[in-house]
């Protein structure tokens, strides 16, 4: 026996099986994200007041990317009503619009993940510099010497979670000379909280010797709190953006064939993977306000 | 295009349209496809069961190994001390069970039991092999997703077995892996078990959208709601319960792993120190909110474990005693009350937290109202049996064992869900026999129920009986003889998680202290140790007859051996993929025995009503 | 049992029994994104808003957010003419989602009197 209602509704629900199994993942789902914005309220709402972060995203590319999301959420539509008007060429167009703007997505997510990553937050050695006692900006490059052979060497770009010795092609016989960061200098941390309220914030290119740097970090997940709940939540979205641009690739590509098959079929696979689109664009509509405009 | 017209019930006669390779003829695919990589839901739900009963052995031998450190703390473990030590090196050195080695085969015996063995075997085994057949469906509703969940629990088991192997051993901050203890634990035990849970938790997600979608869509023409068996009813409850109750601890693993790898500080607080120094992470976080993530499942996971063993025990009942099921609609609509309330009582397992008294008044409330449909569908299946021809089968031993000791070990959660007299007892022996009452001699015995009942339609073959009543009085004996007495330690202040039995807190050490733990019930120990061994011998003859049943036992003379009404013992045994030749058309409710002026004592419910006689149960 | 037949007629394919225009579809996509444009672009207007405090833009912003949402799954997902058994799952979902929130920031709130001092 075949497995009804694959394809065509049961008449008393109205409804195929694999929507009834999307709107029970979906539910799931929405409980899985509704977990992390509980931990995300109570972590706020725990944080004492003045410490929340405010103004650490950029906000123009956020709302392009809101802006690209909702785009792709309308194409994904559209490329379902072409299979229902079984105008397959119009289907190829739209999912394969759906498929450039979620690329576009991570490529914005991924430029942004680089910049928090290579911003970086130096604690001076105390009253060693005009400026104050914390550096704070983005790394331009650092200089390691040997201090028997005074031979040096220059690193352009730094990966790492704090500061370490040197990373990649050097031996642990270098020290680290000065880094240069283009950024400014600030006497507390609470200044480089709420970055909304600051006006006019001047960066410029800082060379600080390495015996003033007591330790510096990155503005990773480990930072505070408000950035673990950042890259954790755009993550596990980012994650499920990859999930469903694979399965509508899927679609777009190999899966094809059946539509020759059983055009109906194929079209209530559309619908179905479109929904599961859908959601993410949902998630994203919340996560959007909540982690770039509060 | 074509015009394609279904009839109804739907199934293609005319198949213009198929999707290519959906439909092989069975026969052709080679024995990779056909019992390994199987999409038919009877050989998934073979596979799970199957794979299930080996951990829940594996999670039997790690409890003793610890109950022998209980009794004799520091003495090398006989017979499999040196195994051990060649095995794991230095935590078990000279087979001797060190406390680290204690806590993680405290931490892996609770994961597997839970998480590997118990729900893989009550609800994706038993239901993936009997729900479609008893509501007339041809598989599962997705069959592929349906095998992608097994690989995904077997991952998630090598996961979990792998980790004993790591350096450092396996997760050692209980099976609740609470932070910040999950995150200071120096060792790769922890992030090994939270990847395993994350393909746990995916492999009961998927099971749990197949299961709602094939009830919801795929049952029979004529098989309304209020016809469903009760098992059906219990699988889609807990379905539910997975579906929901899941994500939420998904999140929170997802967040300890970040905690883990990524130095984040999800859970640790400020001012966290780790061995005397400051650790280094941000802080800002809350442990407690690890506990509420965690309890928001864990509370109806603990639903999940026990509502599928109600079901099978409500059909084993109804099947032996010849007579519908007292309460049918309580029992529906109790489980469903079961279900929605699990949601809304999690914090009772949060009480010393420090709560305040208006929220602990609030999941108090609750806990208590849960406990009033969970005790309606004891006593239905109670009253069930009054007036009824009870055959005493090994399938019915177990179920009408399982209703005392279910009845026990759900009165002594009364206790545990009301704060004050919690207070004493949290985190003591007594949680521990209260609720593997509920879990051993509760579903496990259902389970057992099951086993016995449905082996005659997988195999073609019963059971031996007597090695059954064998099985059946050896595991009733031993169980209450390892369980009863924790409710004493318990209730005298005996701790849970103790590696060494609590012999630091005993009179012994410190003569003549105030509140140490007495002499006789530091004595327990020993006697749980024999009774819990003498548990093991009882599992024996059953493992033997299970395997040897299956080519020698005595061949079951037609379909439907036990005089059944649900539909799975009036397919053909065993049911060939398809199950059903034709699909079959339901006429009636699901307990019809004993219908007065019928010529069988059972009536099945597909059968029709013979013209000239009245109807037996009128039309829905 | 005729009038169990689901037939499909040949001729204009039908969803959720209405004809299915592309055009019009094509129009009503359009509607919807203007409308999360405009909700985007509330939103960032309440976000910058001076003379209000955090937790009241919080507010309008969820408010507009909700809004957005409600948009998006009732148009884009077709929730508006879902069958009602999809909305009673969401409805049980949304209850579950309030409680896991709503009963834990409860939680985490509520103290024994002079207990915690911040």
């Known amino acids: ?294 | 295009m074509e015009t394609i017209v279904h009839e109804f019930p739907p199934y293609r006669e005319h198949e213009t349209a198929r999707e290519p390779e959906s439909h092989e003829h069975h026969a052709d695919m080679g024995f990779w496809r056909k019992y390994i990589f199987s999409s038919d839901h009877k050989i998934i739900g073979i596979q799970y069961g199957f794979t299930a009963l080996c951990f829940m052995l594996f999670g039997f031998f790690l409890m003793l190994m610890m109950r022998w450190q209980i009794a004799h703390p520091g003495a090398p473990i006989p017979v499999v001390g040196p195994l051990l030590a060649r095995l794991l090196g230095q935590p078990a050195a000279n087979g001797v069970m060190s406390p680290e080695l204690y806590n993680s085969f405290g931490a892996m015996h609770g994961t597997i039991m839970v998480f590997l063995a118990i729900v893989p075997l009550a609800f994706a085994a038993f239901g993936n092999y009997v729900v479609p057949l008893m509501i007339g469906a041809p598989d599962m509703a997705f069959p592929r997703v349906n095998m992608a969940s097994y690989q995904a629990y077997v991952l998630g088991g090598i996961v979990m077995l792998v980790s004993f192997f790591i350096p450092g051993g396996a997760a050692q901050a209980g099976w609740t892996s609470y932070s910040p203890l999950a995150t200071s634990i120096p060792t790769d035990g922890q992030l090994f078990w939270i990847i395993g849970m994350v393909l746990l938790i995916t492999s009961s997600l998927l099971g749990a959208v197949n299961f709602i979608a094939t009830i919801i869509q795929l049952r029979a023409p004529g098989m309304t709601w209020m016809r469903l068996p009760f098992f059906v009813w219990a699988q889609f409850v807990t379905a539910f319960l997975l579906l929901l109750a899941f994500p939420p601890l998904e999140a929170a693993a997802v967040m300890q792993l970040m905690d883990n790898a990524a130095h984040t500080s999800f859970f640790l607080p400020t001012g966290l120190a780790v061995g005397g120094q400051l650790a280094h992470v941000s802080g800002g976080g809350s442990p407690l909110l690890w506990q509420h993530l965690f309890w928001f499942l864990g509370h109806p996971e603990v639903y999940v474990l026990i509502l599928p063993g109600m079901g099978i025990v409500c059909e084993i009942i109804a099947n032996n005693t010849r007579k519908p099921i007292w309460g049918y609609k309580s029992l529906v609509y109790s489980v469903l009350v079961v279900g929605f309330l699990s949601f809304i009582v999690w914090a009772h397992h949060m009480y010393l937290t420090g709560m305040g008294t208006k929220i602990a008044t609030f999941f108090q409330a609750t806990t208590m109202m849960i406990s009033i449909p969970s005790v309606i569908i004891l006593t239905c299946l109670f009253i069930s049996l009054w007036g009824g021809s009870i055959r005493f089968n090994t399938p019915m031993l177990f179920a009408l064992g399982f209703l005392p000791m279910f009845g026990i070990g759900g009165l002594t959660g009364l206790p545990l869900g009301l704060a004050p007299t919690d207070i004493p007892l949290h985190d003591t022996y007594y949680v521990i026999a209260h609720f593997h009452y509920v879990v051993a001699p509760g579903t496990i015995f259902a389970l057992f129920a099951g086993i016995y009942y449905w082996f005659p339609k997988m195999t073609g073959r019963r059971m031996n009986e007597f090695w059954g009543r064998v099985h059946f009085w050896g595991s009733l004996v031993f169980m209450n003889l390892v369980f009863m007495p924790m409710f004493a330690q318990g209730m005298q202040g005996m701790l849970r998680r103790m590696a060494d039995g609590g012999a630091n807190y005993s009179a012994a050490r410190v003569p003549g202290a105030l509140n140490t733990l007495p002499n006789d019930i530091m004595a327990l120990h020993v006697w749980i140790l024999w009774a819990a061994m003498a548990l093991g011998v009882a599992q024996i003859p059953f493992i033997i007859n299970l395997f040897w049943s299956i080519g020698h036992g005595e061949k079951v003379r037609n379909d439907n051996p036990w005089g059944a009404t649900t539909l799975e013992w009036q397919a053909p045994t065993p049911p060939p993929h398809g199950n059903f030749a034709e699909p079959p058309q339901i006429y009636r409710g699901p307990y019809e025995y004993s219908v007065p002026g019928h010529a069988t004592d059972f009536t099945p419910q597909n059968e029709p009503d013979r013209p000239g006689t009245p109807a037996f149960s009128p039309a829905p | 049992m005729d009038e169990l037949k689901t037939a499909k007629p040949a001729g204009e394919p039908e969803v959720h029994g209405h004809a299915v225009d592309f055009n019009n579809y094509l129009r009503r996509c359009a509607y919807v994104f203007v409308a999360v444009l405009c909700a985007v672009s509330l939103m960032l207007v309440a976000s910058y808003l001076p003379h209000f405090d955090w937790p009241a833009k919080v507010a309008m912003i969820l408010v507009v957010a909700c809004t957005n949402a409600f948009v998006v799954a009732g148009f884009l997902m077709h929730l508006i003419s879902e069958k009602k058994m999809i909305y009673t799952l969401l409805a049980f979902t949304v209850f579950f989602f309030a409680g896991l929130i709503g009963l834990t920031v409860w939680a985490m709130q509520d103290f024994p009197a002079g207990t915690v001092t911040h």
């Not at chain 1, 309220?41 to 990317?65: A, D, S, Y």
């Not at chain 1, 060429?89 to 991924?110: D, E, N, Q, R, S």
């Not at chain 1, 600030?186 to 060379?207: F, H, P, S, Y």
């Not at chain 1, 194929?266 to 994203?284: A, C, I, K, P």
């Open chain 1, 1 to 294: 026996m075949e497995i009804p209602y694959a394809v065509y509704p049961r008449p008393d629900t109205g409804i195929y099986n694999a929507k009834v199994g999307i709107w029970l993942f979906l539910a799931s789902e929405v409980m899985l994200f509704g977990a992390l914005f509980s931990a995300y309220v109570l972590i706020r709402v725990g944080t004492p007041p003045g410490e929340w972060p405010h103004g650490w995203q950029n906000v123009t590319l956020g709302t392009l990317n809101t802006l690209v999301l909702a785009l792709s959420a309308i194409t994904t539509l559209m490329a379902w009503v072409a299979c229902k008007v079984r105008q397959f060429g119009k289907f190829k167009f739209f999912h394969g619009c759906t498929l450039l703007l979620a690329l576009t997505f991570l490529c914005i997510k991924g430029f942004e993940y680089d910049d928090h990553l290579t911003h970086y937050e130096i604690h001076l050695t105390a009253g060693s510099n005009a400026g104050g006692s914390i550096a704070d900006g983005h790394f331009e490059s650092a200089i390691y010497m040997n201090p028997e052979t005074k031979g040096q060497v220059e690193k352009k770009s730094f990966c790492g979670m704090s500061f370490a010795t040197v990373a990649g092609g050097v031996t642990n016989n270098y020290q680290l000379a000065s880094v240069s960061i283009d950024g400014r200098y600030v006497n507390n941390e609470e200044q480089l909280i709420d970055l909304r309220a600051q006006k006019d914030i001047k960066e410029t290119e800082i060379k600080i010797p390495g015996s003033e740097v007591k330790d510096m970090q990155s503005y990773g997940p480990w930072h505070n709190d408000y950035l673990a709940l950042y890259f954790t939540m755009t993550a596990l979205h980012a994650l499920h953006i990859l999930g469903g641009s694979i399965v509508i690739g899927y679609l777009w590509g190999p899966g094809r064939r059946l539509w020759k098959v059983d055009p109906e079929h194929f079209t209530n696979r559309v619908e179905v993977s479109g929904l599961f689109w859908h959601f993410v664009d949902l998630v994203w509509i919340f996560l959007f306000p909540v982690l770039y405009l509060t």
